[in-house]
């Protein structure tokens, strides 16, 4: 049942208490959406939890006069992720964006690292994002059913040049966030039959998740996460509705669209049997024609030092 009748589009934010979600937050309200804010309010590893950021988000919505509902609850429990789909139906009769942002770090080298370590990044930032996407898809599934037509809706998912490129020193990040790229493309060709989009967003900016390594006040003025919203209000609404199954990467006023890893080389054995000697002889062959693997740093530079439009 809706309890507030609107015409106006309503999206799903996690993680919006700070940083990046709550400035895709503001921007999504200005844009005039109607908003639920997810946020459990934990520190940067995932641990505690703190209902202030949500509700403060929801009161700065209110003061540009678009509603917003508060949701403190943990994104990587898949009941909860259920419940916050069903609360913006509940509360505004539709919906039609999710941008699935909530995410932590725990950052060890893989020797250092706890099975907690390993567990808590997976769990919120992998599962955070598949179980939100799960209810949503299953909700909007029916509703294509049930009025016959395409629901013509959108869903933004958080990566990160660590997944993307391989962090070192984030063994479970990186692992978490090259999951969510890539099954954020096969979220884009299931749901492409029911009219929903997935595109998915590597985010560069100084936040509380980044302010230890990203230091200096060149950098804050830079990479402040206000300048990558624009893409996520960009991808949720119709003006990208031929966009589905991309990957993206925005901060520092650089937009990036990136591949995601195509086979470059190959060589078919006559006799279709390589013995071990022969992969030998043309494996170092294979191998240069490919493009040396960047790393997170390599792709900030080139982030840096992208191509000026005015
Ligand atoms: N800041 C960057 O440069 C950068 C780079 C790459 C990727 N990212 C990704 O962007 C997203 C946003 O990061 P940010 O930099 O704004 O960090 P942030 O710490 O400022 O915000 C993350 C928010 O997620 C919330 N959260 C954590 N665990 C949660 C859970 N279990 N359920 C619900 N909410 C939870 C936190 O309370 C916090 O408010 C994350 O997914 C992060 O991995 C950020």
Redesign the pocket.
């Known amino acids: 049942m809706s309890i507030i009748k609107s015409e106006a589009p309503v999206a799903i934010i ?10 895709h937050a503001l921007a999504l309200a200005k844009a005039g959406y109607n908003l639920v804010i ?7 590893d ?1 641990s505690g ?2 209902a202030s ?2 509700a403060q988000v929801v009161a700065e919505i209110e003061a540009m006069g678009q509603k917003a509902v508060v949701d ?6 898949w009941q909860a992720a259920g419940q916050l789909i069903q609360k913006a139906v509940d509360t505004f009769g539709r919906l039609d964006g999710l941008v ?6 725990r950052d060890r080298t893989l020797a250092n690292m706890t099975e907690e370590d390993w567990d808590l990044s997976i ?3 992998l599962k ?1 994002t598949a179980a939100p996407m799960h209810h949503a898809a299953a909700y909007w599934r029916e509703l294509s059913k049930t009025t016959g037509a395409p629901v013509n809706a959108a869903i933004v998912n ?6 993307l490129y391989s962090g070192t020193g984030q063994a479970n ?1 990186a692992a978490a ?1 090259a999951g969510v790229a890539s099954m954020s493309i096969v979220a884009a060709r299931e749901l492409a039959r029911y009219g929903v989009r997935v595109n998915v ?10 302010e230890g390594v ?1 230091k200096t006040e060149e950098l804050r003025q830079k ?1 402040n ?1 206000a300048f990558v919203a624009p893409i996520v209000v960009y991808l949720l609404s119709d003006l990208a509705s031929d966009i589905n199954g991309r990957v993206f990467e925005m ?1 520092g006023g650089t937009v990036m669209a990136v591949d995601m890893p195509q086979p470059k080389s190959g060589l078919k054995h006559s006799n279709g049997i390589w013995t071990t000697e022969q992969l030998a002889d043309v494996i170092p062959g294979l191998l240069d024609k490919l493009n040396t693997p960047m790393n997170p740093g390599e792709a900030m530079k080139l982030m840096m030092t992208a191509a000026e439009i005015n």
């Open positions: 996690t993680g919006a208490g700070r940083g990046l979600g709550r400035e997810n946020d459990l309010g934990a520190a940067n995932g939890s703190d950021p949500a403190g609850s943990d994104i990587s429990n699935n942002n909530a995410g932590i770090l769990a919120v930032n955070g958080t990566t990160s040049a660590s997944g990040y966030k967003l590597a985010p560069a900016a100084v936040t509380r998740l980044t990203m990479l996460p901060g």
